[in-house]
């Protein structure tokens, strides 16, 4: 198993992660599909880091982890207040935000 | 003394600063305090000063202090640095020494005013100005004092801000103001230009220098150009054909502002300005014979109006900028410091004149109009008295201070050959003594011409008032032995003057007999007296006479009265046409159409462009998801098919 497999294997979770985020409406798997892209991320920064014996892709993944778990607080607070008030868990419901 | 010569223009400044930020908390007598006291600190020091430089030699006397780099830029710099020489001295000396007069005279006439901490917070402004014009070291610390004092002048012209005339009046000065400073501005970078140095001794020491690269111009050249372009400022400040019409109309200002700023010292700055270069003028003969021509027309001119005037200070005011045209005779004929002596006999009698209006004003419960006073000298004694010295001292009745610079001038014109200058200068000599002695009569002479109860309010000025009119009455008398004509001994106020006018050139002429000069002097006393005779015989032997003369001159009257029609001309060629143009061209055309044009299409461009844009923004943030992917991967593409090396 080289390199390009772990690649291609990172490519396909983030295309089924971004493909899911465009597609999915309810909010909890738009946001399954975020993890999905940001662990997607994740293993090539690991193949990459064991590639070119560095360590600094694994640091890296550390940092994307913390960001992933604080965004992770943030996005299911946000969920809970949009159920909250608008009784939805749809995406497309939350479109106030516009010109 | 003269290491504290920087605190001359300074003390006035931390009183206006005091006054003007906090007066209005303070008790009235606090005020007066900080101003009479700043002003009266400031001649103290101005004096010391004086002495200090008396002690040096004549030829050393000359301190330049240099306090900090002001403006660097490359070539250009300017410092902060305050000259004294004699003739800085000299108007130091007037302006602390009248301006605290008038200060304390300001006491008693302001004392019922509104804003009365406004108006010495001014005033002190003023003082600071005006210091700095005279003690300037260099060209553009003198322009900085120069437009101080035109603020100032605005200012207080506009004291009476409720009133609408006085608010036109001071827009009026500022605006012509502006028109001569544009002159002297113009001249300054001239100076910079040729002589890379704007330091009044540098650039003097340039033209008078052994190189001899700044000759006695025949026709026109560079000095001649900066020369005309100094005097174009000086006809501003100093009221001077074609720019004196703002003066008369200044005298809407409270009478003490009259008297010192429109007077005594501001308008003089053309004066002091025109002598500090005299190195420049004397090299330029066709500018000086300007200055001369200028001068004696606006002389003539000036008092011709002002026979006919019923405004009692606008009498005062013609008579001024008669006076100051007198004062550039005296520089346009090369006789420099003759100018500088007229200037401060000027100063004192002019001065108390104004003072002496004030007072009358104040008797008269604010009545202006000759016409209707009368009467005035069992009323108020020492104003009649002192306004008489001063009548008589610009009249020019020897032994008073008026005759001896007044002589002076009239003898250098017609020594230094110009007889017509002389001729129209005597005349003028007979007009001011008619016009100043019709003032005196019509207002302290014959029966009173006011309804009773003014009668009733009429009373002698508080002694705060009086004060300063017996001081000035006192210099109006003695002020002119300081500068005797040769044939009565030797000029010693010439002599103090001569270290700062070492570098003009003094034209050739013949070594005239003091007994033509007695002759002269003797011509100009009995124009004078013949003028104040006049004067009686139409207003207090035959007192209809003069009623009878306007009816039978009828067309010159109306000419004189209307002023030779000179602000109507004004308005008609210049107001009119820059009030239509801005107007129709700049507001309607290129401020509407253009300007506002410009923005407002900028404004619907957007609105446009955007109403293709926005529909992006949807707030859908799955749309938004997809357009940043769309967009990334565009990059992506981009970048493999495009940057080298991928």
């Not at chain 2, 000359?62 to 070539?75: C, E, N, P, R, T």
């Not at chain 2, 003023?126 to 553009?140: I, K």
């Not at chain 2, 400022?233 to 009478?255: C, F, H, N, R």
Request: hydrophobic share 55%; proline share 3%; net charge positive.
């Amino acid at each position: 198993m080289g390199l390009l497999h772990y690649l291609i294997l990172s490519l396909l979770l983030f295309i089924v992660g971004a493909a899911g985020f465009i597609i999915k409406k309810n909010v909890i798997s738009v946001f399954l599909c975020l993890e999905l892209m940001l662990n997607a991320v994740n293993l090539s920064f690991v193949a990459f880091a064991r590639h070119l014996n560095q360590v600094e892709g694994q640091i890296f993944v550390f940092f994307v982890m913390v960001v992933a778990a604080a965004e992770a607080a943030v996005g299911l607070a946000i969920t809970i207040v949009l159920f909250r008030n608008r009784n939805t868990l749809s995406v497309d419901d939350a479109d106030t935000m516009k010109w | 003394m003269t290491d504290f010569l920087w605190l001359i223009p300074l003390i006035p400044l931390a009183g206006a600063a005091v006054n003007g930020l906090a007066g209005r908390r303070f008790p009235k007598p606090a005020v007066t305090l900080v101003a009479c006291g700043s002003a009266a600190m400031a001649f103290l020091l101005a004096l010391g000063c004086f002495f200090d430089l008396m002690k040096l030699e004549p030829g050393a006397r000359h301190v330049l202090k240099v306090y900090f780099s002001w403006i660097a830029s490359g070539d250009f710099v300017a410092k902060a640095e305050l000259l004294l020489d004699p003739l800085s001295a000299v108007m130091i000396l007037i302006v602390t020494g009248v301006g605290f007069i008038i200060h304390v005279y300001s006491i008693g006439y302001m004392h019922a005013e509104d804003g009365y901490y406004r108006f010495f917070a001014y005033m002190n402004l003023f003082l600071f100005s005006m210091l700095t014009l005279v003690l300037a070291g260099n060209f553009l610390l003198m322009f900085v004092g120069w437009e101080g004092v035109g603020l100032c002048s605005y200012l207080l012209i506009g004291y009476y801000f409720d009133r609408r005339s006085a608010g036109d009046a001071g827009k009026k000065a500022f605006i012509v103001n502006r028109i001569g400073d544009v002159g002297f501005i113009l001249g300054i970078f001239l100076i910079f230009l040729t002589f890379n140095s704007l330091n009044f001794q540098e650039v003097f020491r340039q033209i008078a220098g052994g190189a001899q690269r700044f000759p006695v111009e025949a026709g026109i050249g560079i000095l001649t150009a900066i020369g005309l372009l100094l005097f174009v400022g000086a006809t501003g400040k100093s009221a001077q054909i074609p720019l004196y019409v703002w003066l008369p109309d200044a005298m809407e200002g409270p009478t003490p502002v009259s008297a010192l700023i429109h007077a005594a010292t501001m308008v003089t700055a053309g004066v002091y300005m025109v002598v500090r270069c005299s190195p420049i003028f004397s090299r330029a003969p066709f500018a000086l014979s300007v200055v001369m021509t200028i001068g004696i027309l606006t002389a003539l001119m000036a008092a011709t109006i002002g026979l006919v005037q019923k405004d009692i200070k606008r009498v005062l005011a013609y008579s001024t900028v008669s006076q100051l045209g007198y004062m550039f005779v005296a520089a346009g004929v090369g006789a420099f410091s003759a100018a500088i002596f007229h200037l401060m006999t000027h100063a004192f009698f002019k001065a108390l004149l104004f003072l002496g209006a004030g007072s009358v004003i104040h008797a008269m419960g604010g009545e202006q109009d000759l016409t209707r006073m009368g009467g005035l000298r069992r009323h108020a004694p020492i104003t009649f008295w002192t306004m008489l010295i001063a009548a008589l001292a610009i009249s020019g009745i020897f032994p008073l201070a008026g005759f001896f610079s007044k002589d002076e001038i009239l003898w250098s014109a017609w020594s230094r050959g110009h007889p017509f200058v002389w001729l129209f200068g005597f005349i003028t000599a007979g007009l001011t003594a008619f016009y100043m002695f019709r003032l005196v009569f019509l207002a302290f002479a014959g029966e009173g011409r006011y309804p009773e109860e003014v009668r009733h309010h009429l009373h002698e000025s508080p002694a705060s008032m009086t004060g300063p009119l017996v001081v000035l009455g006192v210099l109006s008398i003695i002020g002119g032995f300081i500068g005797l004509p040769a044939w009565l001994g030797s000029n010693r106020f010439f002599h103090f003057l001569e270290p700062s006018l070492s570098m003009a050139l003094q034209p050739e002429h013949p070594e005239a007999s003091h007994a033509a000069e007695l002759a002269f002097a003797a011509l100009s006393i009995a124009v004078a007296l013949a003028g104040i005779y006049t004067a009686y015989r139409l207003y207090i032997k035959n007192p209809k006479r003069a009623g009878e003369l306007a009816v039978r001159w009828k067309e010159l009257y109306r000419v004189l009265s209307r002023k030779y029609y000179v602000d109507e001309l004004y308005d008609a060629a210049i107001i009119k046409p820059a009030l239509s143009g801005s107007t129709h061209v700049l507001w309607k055309w290129a401020d509407s159409k253009g300007i506002d044009g410009a923005v407002n299409g900028a404004g619907q461009a957007v609105q446009y462009f955007a109403s293709v844009l926005k529909g992006i923004q949807n707030g859908m943030i799955r749309s938004y998801a997809a357009w940043i992917f769309l967009g990334t991967v565009a990059m992506l593409i981009y970048i493999y098919l495009f940057w080298p090396g991928y």
